[in-house]
Each structure stands twice: as C-alpha cells, then as structure tokens.
C-alpha cells in the first residue's frame, strides 16, 4: 500500500477546473463562494486525479533524468531492448496498451484549498476478459482513500485499468 | 441551487455541451493539470507510431470531468455523493460532446433524501463515449 500527502491549492483547482471547461465561478472566485451553500472555494467532482502530481514515483510523468517513453528525436525515447533483457522495451509497449476503463467516486466531504490530504492506494481485484475491438483485456482496480488531516474520509476512487492486447479499432 | 424533491421527477433530465470541436491543446492543458502526461494523450508521434492508434485522444478524466460540469451545474455544488464512469469509446481531437443526467430514483437515506441519476455523453455521432451513473443530495 503507497501513501503520500496532497497539499490542495486555489491555483490548482483553478487549473484544473479550466482544463475540464468549467467556468463555474466557485472553482476560482473566493467572494462569490463565501456567499453559496458550501461556504467557499471547492474542488471539482474529479479533481483528485490531480493527486499524481504529487505521487512521488506516478509512472506517467517524465522522471528528471531519466529517458522518458514518449518521442524525443524518435517515436519512443526508450532504447531499443538488448536480446536478453525486454524489460525497457516491454514497458514501452504495455503502457501503449493500457487504457482507463472506469472510474467511480465516493464523495464524502468537500475538498478546500488549504487541506492537506493523506493519499493511501491497495489494489483491488484484476480480472480477463476477451474483447471484439481490443482483444484479450486485462481489467485491475485501484482504491484510493483520500484522508484529511483529521483522518476523516473525504474521497474513495476506484479506478479500473485495462491493458489490451492489440489498439482498440474504432469499428 | 440544489434540487427539488418536490419538483423533481423520476425521468426528469438536464444535458449540456460539455465539449465543442475539442482542441489537442485542451488535452494538453488537462494532462497540466492532472499531471497525467501519458503521451498516448499528447505525443502524436508516440499514439501513432508506437501505440498504434490514428493519432492522439483525449483522456477518459478529461470527458468524465467535463460530464461533472454538466452535474455540479445540476444538482449544485457539494451535492454528489457518488460519480462513476465507463469509458465507453475513445474521444478524439475535434469532438463534440453532449452530457446528459436522467433522474432514475429519488430515496431517502440516513435522514437525506438522494436522487440517483444515469449519465450519458455522446459525440456528434450520437455514439456514447461515457456510460456512468451519480448520486446527489437534494432538498427534501
């Protein structure tokens, strides 16, 4: 089980509401949200995805200093295996194949700016299932607890990666 | 303003454009945000050569967060209890997309009283690119 801290910021939420589309006012106007029902600035519904940005080791961020598996000069910034190890090369073609399936939230306390959350992730149960457009797909479920600092809940996500066999045609 | 129990009704909906000729440069600005820079998302080169796929496409939270605009306009803000969604097709540069909510029960729990709701968001092929359901608290 990982954990780690998320320090929740206005600017944060901010952004992240833009980049969702979200003009809602209470997602950046301090005044305006001090006169609504929740008192003040929230985040919103999906904000805590933005949770990976303070994961230490979340694998979809370039690491400083290390090569990255998006395209640099060429398509992939990963050299290409040695006969005997594929590790590299494997991990450039898995996360190709990887997608999100679902997600679900529990929300059980609004999310402000200034809280500092306790972030604690296990694994759930994984899954196969054959596929028409993505072939043989492997479902596994991540739960996340999202905890302030009174260790009160305040989100449960459950996410559900697949990792299919082939790109899912558009058919 | 949250809802109504007494002028809510069961099959009752609210659908908005959440997304209109979607920009490659609004999934970047997502992948900012979220700290999800999975180049599948971004890297054209990346989703094209490597992965396979005709090009970059938006991630799955973009069109689930831009649904929720659709839903906290709704039910108001602070009001879910729960959100989920599937990811039912891929959405790609230059959709549009129409998230809708349908009231599929009101009950009272716990001394609150819910109205739960399916979601749906199509593109501007009428296909669903997310399946989900959510639950709000509204005014008894």
């Known amino acids: ?171 | 303003m949250a809802l109504n129990a007494s002028t809510l009704n069961i099959g009752d909906t609210h659908e908005e454009q959440v997304a209109q000729n979607l920009s490659r440069t609004q999934i970047v600005q997502y992948a900012g945000a979220s700290g999800d820079y999975m180049p599948l998302h971004t890297d054209e080169l990346y989703a094209r050569e490597i992965a396979g796929y005709p090009g970059v496409f938006a991630h799955g939270m973009l069109s689930m967060g831009a649904t929720g605009t659709m839903l906290t306009n709704w039910v108001g803000d602070g009001r879910l209890t729960q959100y989920s969604a599937r990811f039912t097709r891929q959405v790609w540069p230059g959709d549009d997309l129409l998230a809708k909510a349908t009231i599929t029960n009101i009950i009272k729990e716990n001394g609150e009283t819910l109205a739960e709701m399916d979601v749906l968001t199509v593109n501007q092929d009428g296909q669903s690119v997310i399946s989900g359901k959510a639950t709000a608290r509204i005014d008894a």
């Open chain 1, 1 to 171: 089980m990982a954990e780690f801290k998320f320090q929740v910021d206005a600017s944060q939420i901010m952004l992240f509401a833009r980049s969702v589309g979200d003009k809602n006012p209470i997602y950046h106007d301090k005044e305006y949200a001090s006169g609504t029902e929740v008192g003040g600035i929230v985040a919103p519904p999906t904000f805590v995805q933005a949770s990976a940005q303070y994961d230490p080791k979340f694998p979809l961020r370039p690491t400083i200093g290390e090569a990255w598996f998006g395209s640099g000069k060429e398509a992939t910034g990963l050299k290409p295996k040695a006969k005997e190890s594929g590790d590299k090369e494997k991990k450039s073609g898995d996360s190709a194949r990887m997608l999100h399936a679902e997600q679900q939230y529990i929300y059980h306390k609004p999310i402000r700016p200034g809280d500092e959350l306790t972030v604690t992730t296990k694994r759930g149960k994984s899954w196969e299932k054959e596929g028409r457009r993505g072939g043989t797909m492997s479902f596994s479920e991540t739960i996340t607890e999202f905890r302030d600092a009174s260790g009160d809940l305040v989100v449960t996500a459950t996410s559900v990666g697949v990792t299919t066999g082939k790109a899912v045609s558009q058919d």
